[in-house]
């Protein structure tokens, strides 16, 4: 069984930064291709980046891009995802999902493993 477990949230005024963390147990780290996605209250969840087993191929959402930055350390079987400039509006719960294997996807369904979530408030 696949566990998935985030750490990092917490408030933070606009503008500042925060760095989420991921960390897997259960199958090889680098056999899995990892994201975050974030979801609102009342919103639907949104994937937000998505990063391939070797950290090599990153794709990131037109909301988060030139202000987030993903990133893994397959040593140490953990994902991160740097947010700088934060806003308001990105005040959400923030998941980590994993998959076997290399994905091109950012659907919540193309993911199978997903962490409870770790909060980012954001003030204004």
């Known amino acids: 069984q696949v566990q998935v477990v985030e750490s990092g949230g917490g408030l933070v005024q606009a503008g500042g930064s925060l760095r989420l963390s991921c960390t897997t147990s259960?199958?090889?780290?680098?056999?899995?291709?990892m994201a975050w996605f974030r979801q609102a209250p009342g919103k639907e969840r949104e994937g937000i980046s998505r990063i391939n087993r070797n950290g090599v191929l990153r794709f990131y959402a037109d909301s988060v891009k030139g202000r987030f930055t993903i990133s893994r350390d397959n040593a140490k079987n953990t994902l991160y995802l740097q947010m700088n400039s934060l806003k308001p509006e990105e005040t959400a719960m923030y998941y980590c999902?994993?998959?076997?294997?290399?994905?091109?996807?950012?659907?919540?369904?193309?993911?199978?493993?997903w962490g409870q979530g770790t909060q980012v408030t954001v003030s204004s």
């Open positions: 259960g199958l090889p780290f680098d056999d899995l291709s």
């Open positions: 999902a994993a998959r076997q294997g290399n994905t091109w996807s950012l659907r919540s369904a193309d993911f199978d493993y």
